[in-house]
């Protein structure tokens, strides 16, 4: 991901300011922007387009571990299912636009996979349409703890619709080994939105309130780690 988002920002970098921030020639800008008294505002382009409406309703369908990360010393797990519909983003879904979504359900089978390789899966758990994350159980007794992220592949088939039809997802799951050189580990609940952070060997992870930016101390009798 950082290696993408400075390739992006050296070409920004490597192009005239004109072309980059879209300003009129002879204009100069600040943060984008014409900042000298003298020079008329302009539009400065860069905005999202925003997706064309679908008269089909379409399946935006989603499937991520609850946590960011997961250590072995977790004993479980879940996974968290959106079956939004939406008529800007998703797939076609085959029902009629009047049907109210949360009679639908929809049946789900979800693989996890490391190289291509088969290592567990959840098969036939049915949820209703239109929901934002459903939880499902994830037990890691036929997972290995290593630093490279599973796979999880989703293919799901909707119940009573006009016509079969399959969608499919995938998503990464991290499940790490236990860090042994004293150090610490931050994850994300994504169900939430809440931090928390394990440190050493314990295996209780704590909830943590970001309040303000972290910095290494350089003074000797302050802990390592403080907030500024």
């Not at 920004?12 to 003298?38: E, H, M």
């Not at 797990?77 to 049907?99: A, K, N």
């Not at 959840?122 to 599973?150: G, H, Q, R, V, W």
């Not at 039809?165 to 860090?179: A, D, H, I, N, V």
Request: proline share 9%; aromatic share 10%.
């Amino acid at each position: 991901m950082w290696t993408t988002f400075l390739s992006v920002a050296a070409g920004l970098a490597s192009l005239p300011l004109t072309r980059a921030f879209n300003n009129p020639p002879g204009v100069d800008i600040w943060c984008g922007k014409a900042y000298r008294a003298s020079n008329a505002s302009f539009n400065p382009g860069g905005w999202f387009e925003q997706p064309s409406y679908s008269s089909t309703p379409l399946l935006n369908l989603k499937v991520r571990p609850r946590m960011s990360i997961y250590l072995e010393t977790d004993a479980k797990g879940s996974l968290l299912v959106d079956t939004t519909v939406s008529h800007l983003v998703g797939d076609p879904l085959p029902v009629q636009t009047s049907t109210n979504y949360t009679d639908q359900h929809i049946h789900v089978n979800i693989d996890i996979s490391a190289d291509k390789t088969p290592i567990a899966s959840i098969t036939n758990y049915t949820l209703p349409l239109d929901i934002t994350k459903a939880e499902i159980p994830l037990s890691f007794d036929d997972l290995t703890p290593k630093l490279t992220p599973y796979t999880i592949t989703t293919t799901a088939s909707l119940s009573n619709s006009i016509t079969n039809t399959t969608f499919t997802t995938s998503s990464e799951l991290f499940y790490l080994p236990q860090r042994t050189d004293g150090g610490s580990a931050t994850r994300i609940d994504h169900r939430t939105g809440m931090l928390s952070y394990i440190r050493n060997q314990s295996v209780t992870w704590t909830p943590i309130f970001p309040y303000t930016y972290y910095g290494t101390s350089p003074v000797p009798s302050l802990p390592s780690t403080h907030p500024v």
